[in-house]
């Protein structure tokens, strides 16, 4: 149900150097809805949700998202290209540049928090030149109740103004559109894209520097969810791995789908309020309360709708990052508060292209370590038939993007929790079987979720020598059987027939590993050396 409580009380954008605004505070997603269709900027789609584009961007932008160095961040941010520095004086100007072009117009403001978790609250006040953008906000960060309302005080601010354009040479950009994080200013300022992303990722990356630093709490770039008996899953990978396909699953209640921390307290626990779903060829069958949840309130993003304003899941003439938000209770089973116990099983989801890695294997803790801070899953060269060369593509933490430290930090913490908690640690690829993109297929999803059940229902536990197989390349502990998975599924080079053209490729992974891998050798014990490939081309 869409909430159709209305605040009344209004609020003032004078202190953020925003005049003369027409200021919209805390609208229902209902009334936010009916204004986006009202301007023309969404249509309604059959099952209710609203279907916008977000513009010229349909992904965020990497290269174009900065933070502001100064004080507090100086020393402590791994600058590089992830962590591209700003100006702090550059920031104000462009800041003042923005917030005069939001004077005077009509603006979509709401206040809202990000963590479940009480003692790690952030309280956030978010203001959008587009109703969506706000709707956005309302679904995907947590909604305070009327009380808490009433005792607001915003810690972060996040400007978004999808519409602004910044000029490059002026303000300090790269180019016209801009996803800026100002620590000791607590704002987050976004330009020249509608995105929606951005507004989430950008907190996130907030999160990432603020919990670490300051609360000695790790963030994860993960799902989670929590069985009857309240045994804690997480999930971590890169986009598209299937932290949010995998982590909704009707027997089990969802925590979050894509950013948790991880606690001293043997907690996790969700940043957010909603979901951000793919919804690339989703089908009822394969993902009916991902589907079902594509209500009123939902808000997809760069779809094609049919005449009837059915969606058109296949269409990827936008983009192939069609999405739909939507706050986590049109979810059935959800866990309230978004809360778990320290997790008795982590995931590492991998969309391994090349075709090669186990559909699920066992990793020691050294290779947990190694894998973690490789972060490894694949990108698939375009989408043109006939190109057969997927490219690897590595990213620290599963997150390197959203995460300001260097990577050892997280993995440090994450290493010492997961010895601490006694986690078992499997490698999940959800990628190509039977040969590398072009040639196999992708992993049935089918199977995917019957090995990820068998892990949590403790029928996986490869106890015995003969319930594995150390993979002769990986080094990973390969099951021989697993219910509701034919045997021939697990060994991924059964299923190539040409034991060659496996090991080639295998062996090209493992180089592309190891090659990755040089820039944190520095940072890394032995053990987690250890944790690598076993064997590389000559
Ligand atoms: P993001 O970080 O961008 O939100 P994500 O990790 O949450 O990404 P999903 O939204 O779960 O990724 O996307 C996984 C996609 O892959 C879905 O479209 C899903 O239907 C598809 N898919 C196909 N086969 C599998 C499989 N075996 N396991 C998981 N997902 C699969
Ligand atoms: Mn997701």
Redesign the pocket.
């Known amino acids: 149900m869409v909430n159709n409580n209305q605040v009344t009380q209004t609020i003032s954008l004078e202190q953020y150097g925003i005049k003369n605004a027409k200021v919209k505070y805390q609208l229902s997603p209902k009334k936010l809805h009916d204004i986006a269709i009202e301007k023309g900027q969404g249509v309604e789609t059959s099952s209710g949700a609203i279907a916008v584009n977000t513009g010229e961007f349909t992904g965020r932008s990497p290269k174009d998202r900065f933070i502001v160095k100064d004080d507090i961040t100086k020393d402590r941010i791994w600058w590089g290209d992830i962590n591209i520095p700003f100006d702090s004086n550059k920031f104000d100007a462009l800041y003042n540049k923005v917030v005069n072009y939001l004077s005077s117009k009509e603006l979509y403001v709401r206040d809202c928090y990000a963590c479940a978790d009480e003692n790690y609250k952030l309280n956030i006040r978010v203001i959008n030149e587009f109703p969506w953008s706000n709707q956005f906000a309302s679904n995907m960060f947590l909604r305070p109740t009327e009380t808490e309302l009433e005792n607001f005080t915003p810690e972060w601010t996040i400007v978004n103004a999808p519409n602004f354009m910044a000029v490059a040479d002026e303000d300090g950009t790269r180019q016209h559109n801009f996803a800026i994080l100002n620590f000791t200013k607590k704002i987050a300022l976004i330009g020249g894209t509608g995105y929606t992303g951005e507004i989430k990722k950008g907190i996130f990356s907030a999160l990432n520097f603020i919990l670490p630093v300051y609360k000695d709490t790790l963030p994860m770039?993960c799902?989670a969810n929590v069985g009857k008996d309240g045994d804690t899953a997480i999930f971590f990978?890169?986009?598209?791995?299937?932290?949010?396909?995998?982590s909704t699953d009707p027997n089990r209640s969802l925590i979050g789908?894509?950013e948790h921390g991880w606690t001293n307290e043997n907690t996790v626990f969700n940043f957010e309020g909603g979901c951000?779903?793919?919804?690339?060829?989703?089908s009822r069958d394969?993902?009916p309360e991902i589907f079902d949840a594509i209500k009123p309130g939902a808000i997809l993003e760069n779809v094609i709708l049919n005449n009837k304003g059915e969606v058109a899941f296949g269409d990827t003439s936008i983009t192939q990052n069609t999405r739909v938000s939507y706050p986590i209770h049109h979810i059935e089973n959800i866990k309230k508060p978004s809360i778990g116990k320290n997790p008795k099983n982590i995931f590492f989801?991998t969309?391994d292209a090349f075709g090669v890695l186990p559909p699920i294997s066992k990793l020691t803790p050294s290779q947990a370590a190694y894998h973690f801070i490789s972060g490894y899953t694949a990108k698939v060269a375009g989408t043109e038939a006939g190109v057969l060369e997927p490219q690897p593509s590595f990213s620290a933490c599963f997150g390197a993007p959203f995460m300001p430290l260097h990577p050892s930090k997280y993995a440090e913490m994450l290493s010492k929790k997961m010895v601490d908690a006694g986690v078992n640690v499997w490698l999940v690829n959800?990628g190509w079987t039977g040969g590398p993109y072009g040639v196999g297929t992708?992993?049935?999803?089918k199977?995917?979720r019957a090995m990820i059940n068998a892990v949590l229902n403790g029928d996986l536990g490869l106890y015995n020598y003969n319930d594995y197989h150390i993979h002769s390349v990986f080094g990973v502990a390969q099951p021989r059987s697993c219910p509701g998975v034919p045997t021939s599924v697990l060994s991924p080079r059964a299923t190539w027939n040409d034991d060659e053209a496996y090991y080639t490729t295998a062996f090209k992974l493992t180089n592309a590993f190891r090659e990755n891998f040089k820039k944190f050798e520095a940072y890394c014990s032995e053990e987690i050396r250890r944790g690598g490939p076993q064997r590389y081309a000559f």
């Open positions: 770039h799902s990978g890169l986009s598209g791995t299937g932290k949010t396909t995998l789908d894509d951000y779903a793919k919804v690339i060829n989703l394969n993902e989801l969309a959800t992708r992993m049935k999803l199977y995917t």
